[in-house]
């Protein structure tokens, strides 16, 4: 019995002159917290609608005035390689002002209306967050008419070479700013060639102007994503 007491009595002392030998316990600070990157999805279709305007481009024969526009576009996006996006899309603009008319020296007028313009387009972007900078180009296309009056105001018989078909291209930015939801600003210019009038009053004869326009326009669509719009990366 002494000597378990005296072995428990021992080891009792012991442990504390163990402990004091050993090297001091090493702490290490938590990592900091890193939020979940938001991934901007463009893949998936969409439609919306615009507002804007449309000026004549470097036409003598009407200047350069300006005029409302307003219309509807629809299209779809892929997005690859995580920051580029390719699409198309198909656009259509009303242009209820659009009159332009020319008064000649023989008191001859030469009136030329677009009602609408549209386009369908193959377009490239690259995205960083929510922002989509892009280029846009493709076929053009007109709802034209063309008239002309002779100096008594009545209507005249003529013929031109009036082309409705033509191009277009453009650039714009797009913001993903809620889910479904994007805005954009783009400017885009249409050429559709020259018209030459090439019969009717003797002062109208062999009037030729470019037909091309300059556009601006604000606009916002809805997005029908395929794999949602915003996802989180952990």
Do not use: C
Not at 26 to 35: E, I, Q, R
Not at 146 to 155: H, I, K, Q, R, S
């Amino acid at each position: 019995m002494k000597k378990f007491l005296l072995s428990t009595a021992m080891v009792v002392f012991a442990v504390p002159a163990f402990a004091a030998d050993l090297p001091a316990r090493t702490y290490s600070k938590a990592p900091a917290y890193t939020a979940p990157e938001a991934v901007y999805n463009w893949t998936g279709f969409y439609v919306g609608g615009h507002v804007g305007g449309a000026f004549n481009g470097d036409n003598a024969l009407f200047g350069s005035n300006g005029r409302f526009m307003g219309g509807i576009q629809g299209g779809a996006d892929y997005q690859f390689a995580r920051n580029w996006v390719v699409g198309i899309e198909a656009q259509y603009s009303w242009l209820p002002s659009n009159t332009n008319t020319a008064l000649f020296t023989g008191g001859s007028t030469l009136t030329d209306n677009d009602r609408g313009i549209g386009s369908v387009t193959g377009r490239l972007g690259y995205t960083w967050g929510p922002a989509l900078l892009y280029a846009k180009g493709g076929y053009a296309w007109r709802d034209n008419s063309l008239d002309v009056t002779n100096a008594a105001g009545a209507p005249a018989a003529f013929t031109a070479d009036s082309k409705r078909s033509g191009y277009t291209v453009g650039a714009g930015l797009e913001y993903m700013f809620a889910p479904n939801w994007s805005a954009k600003a783009e400017y885009q210019y249409y050429n559709f060639g020259n018209t030459t009038v090439t019969s009717g009053p003797a002062d109208v004869v062999g009037a030729n102007y470019r037909k091309d326009d300059h556009t601006v326009k604000v606009g916002l669509n809805y997005r029908f994503g395929w794999g949602g719009p915003v996802v989180a990366k952990y």
